[in-house]
């Protein structure tokens, strides 16, 4: 007797004409076609036909025999085709629970033996799967690879007779934990049920309990592609770090990557820019001057292009009453008159479109200028950074204070604190200030969410622009769903194999 039995009497049992050869034509109700196989009528086929592919579809085509018997035992499989030398000769065909073995259908012989299988039961059904997957490519042909089906036949081996099978089965919700043994109950115990923070790493079988692993949560340098459902991990990947001369366009999110690029990147599906491309700084310079205490946009590198640059940028300024202004030739200037020392200042807070930029001071250089004058600024990006600038010399009344890289609000001050101590100049130690420049050296395409409504289903893609979804075929199911910013992801239902079974319809 096989595992799970006992014996009770001999072996007496005779099997009738039509269990000696079990035939499971491709017409049985046992037997399940799926796709578009050719009939062909033939009078030395069982049945009187035989299914063939024609060589086409290969990888879509399959036929399923679920076969039973009716008494426990040992059986041998066969499978009967059309040979021809035509045929694949190397055709998938796998019974439950066994490796594949692939078939030669270009010979001479019509019959091929697949394996033997053991039956505990005559409750117990074995599926045979035989498919056209990569039978034109796991083997060479010159004269093709057609596949041919005939039907499967089962042979009697080894019968057991005279046994009968344990009184216990386990119920449902539960696994057997210990198996059957000279006519001892089976051991059953209940399934786990994985908590909410839990999510099924092995699903039971009938002989193994459910697999519980904790849920994983993403670092702080990480975002969430999936989140975790009952039979999957949360998918984390790493945030990605914009390489040298690259800029951040788009922040990460707990969900989102980081999107690095140029100056001229475009923005990704789903965003919009209102800055043009401006990779080599064209919109002009902003001019703050601190005089009539406005902002205007000066010509760089040629011609003006556009006034984009003064849309993103907002300041407040801010002059201490210690300041006197003058003239020199056409061009008004404020000057402490080196009086009131630590009274004078100017603050500038200010936000830029986000990029690098030179910051350029215009004075009116003096023989009798102080040459410490304190200046800091705060870019938004980095802690400040303070200069002392020497007022007595300058290029064209400007000078320049170095290549900034500003990302939200900002801060230039300037003051006439301690000017007339330490590195003192004999003729006297004025402090003056015309305006302050940020001439621009890469500026960064700024992406913002659109504000698009595309229809159900549709999604804003590029620009913003309303783009139809893509629709997964019948063999496809969305592994990323529709969302208002980006389109769904199709992928592959995955097939089981023989050794599998199925635990969730996709």
């Given at each position: 007797?096989?595992?799970g ?20 034509d491709?017409s049985?109700?046992?037997v ?11 009078e030395?086929?069982?049945g009187?036909t035989y ?7 290969k ?6 025999f679920?076969?039973s ?5 040992s ?6 085709f ?6 694949a000769p190397?055709?998938?065909v796998t ?9 030669a259908?270009n ?14 039961s ?18 060479a042909?010159?004269f ?19 046994c009968t099978?344990c009184?216990q ?5 539960q ?8 006519s001892?109950?089976?051991q059953?115990d209940?399934i ?10 092995a ?13 994983s949560a993403?670092?702080n340098?990480q ?8 039979y999957s ?18 922040a ?15 923005c ?16 002009g310079?902003p ?20 006034s984009?640059?003064l ?7 801010s002059?201490?009453s210690?300041w006197v202004?003058?003239?020199?030739g ?10 009131n ?28 200028s ?17 200069f ?5 010399v ?7 204070l ?11 001050h ?24 940020f ?18 289903d ?5 620009g913003?622009a309303?783009?139809?979804a ?7 199911y969305a ?14 239902i ?13």
């Amino acid at each position: 007797c096989l595992e799970g039995f006992h014996h009770v009497e001999s072996c007496t049992t005779v099997l009738t004409e039509e269990q000696r050869k079990l035939v499971y034509d491709t017409s049985s109700p046992n037997v399940t076609v799926i796709g578009p196989w050719a009939t062909v009528n033939d009078e030395h086929a069982i049945g009187g036909t035989y299914l063939t592919d024609n060589d086409q579809a290969k990888g879509f085509l399959f036929v399923e025999f679920n076969v039973s018997v009716p008494v426990p035992g040992s059986y041998k499989f066969y499978l009967k085709f059309k040979p021809s030398i035509s045929n694949a000769p190397k055709v998938p065909v796998t019974i439950q629970g066994q490796s594949t073995v692939f078939v030669a259908m270009n010979g001479d012989n019509d019959t091929a033996l697949l394996g033997s299988v053991d039956f505990q039961s005559t409750q117990d059904t074995v599926s045979v799967l035989l498919e056209t997957t990569d039978t034109h490519t796991n083997a060479a042909n010159f004269f093709g690879h057609i596949v041919t089906v005939d039907a499967l036949l089962v042979i009697p081996h080894v019968l057991v007779v005279g046994c009968t099978e344990c009184s216990q089965f386990c119920g449902q919700g539960q696994y057997q934990s210990s198996v059957c043994q000279d006519s001892q109950p089976r051991q059953c115990d209940n399934i786990t049920a994985c908590l909410s923070d839990e999510y099924i790493a092995a699903f039971a079988t009938t002989t193994s309990d459910t697999v519980c692993k904790r849920v994983s949560a993403c670092s702080n340098t990480q975002y969430k592609v999936y989140p975790h459902t009952p039979y999957s991990d949360t998918m984390c990947a790493n945030r990605t770090v914009c390489s040298p001369g690259e800029f951040a366009l788009v922040a990460p999110t707990a969900t989102t990557d980081r999107r690095c690029g140029d100056a001229c990147a475009t923005c990704p599906d789903g965003f919009q820019t209102s800055a043009p491309c401006d990779k080599y700084a064209n919109t002009g310079a902003p001019y703050m001057n601190v005089v009539a205490q406005d902002v205007s946009l000066l010509a760089v590198n040629g011609s003006v292009e556009s006034s984009q640059s003064l849309d993103f940028l907002t300041f407040n300024m801010s002059v201490s009453s210690a300041w006197v202004q003058a003239q020199s030739g056409d061009t008004t200037y404020l000057t402490d008159q080196d009086q009131n020392k630590g009274s004078a200042d100017v603050k500038i807070d200010f936000t830029l479109r986000p990029g690098t930029y030179t910051v350029m001071v215009q004075y009116i250089p003096s023989f009798d200028s102080a040459k410490n004058v304190p200046i800091s600024i705060t870019t938004g990006a980095s802690n400040d950074t303070t200069f002392l600038l020497d007022q007595t010399v300058s290029v064209d009344g400007f000078a320049s204070l170095g290549t900034f890289s500003f990302v939200g609000p900002s801060q230039f001050h300037l003051s006439n604190t301690g000017t007339n101590t330490g590195t003192t100049n004999f003729f006297g130690n004025k402090v003056s200030l015309v305006a302050v420049k940020f001439v621009p050296v890469h500026l960064v395409i700024v992406c913002t969410p659109c504000d698009t409504t595309c229809s159900s289903d549709q999604y804003a893609g590029s620009g913003c622009a309303c783009e139809d979804a893509t629709e997964c075929t019948p063999l496809q199911y969305a592994s990323k769903p529709l969302k208002p910013d980006s389109d769904r992801t199709c992928s592959s239902i995955s097939i089981c194999d023989s050794s599998e079974f199925e635990v969730q319809s996709a």
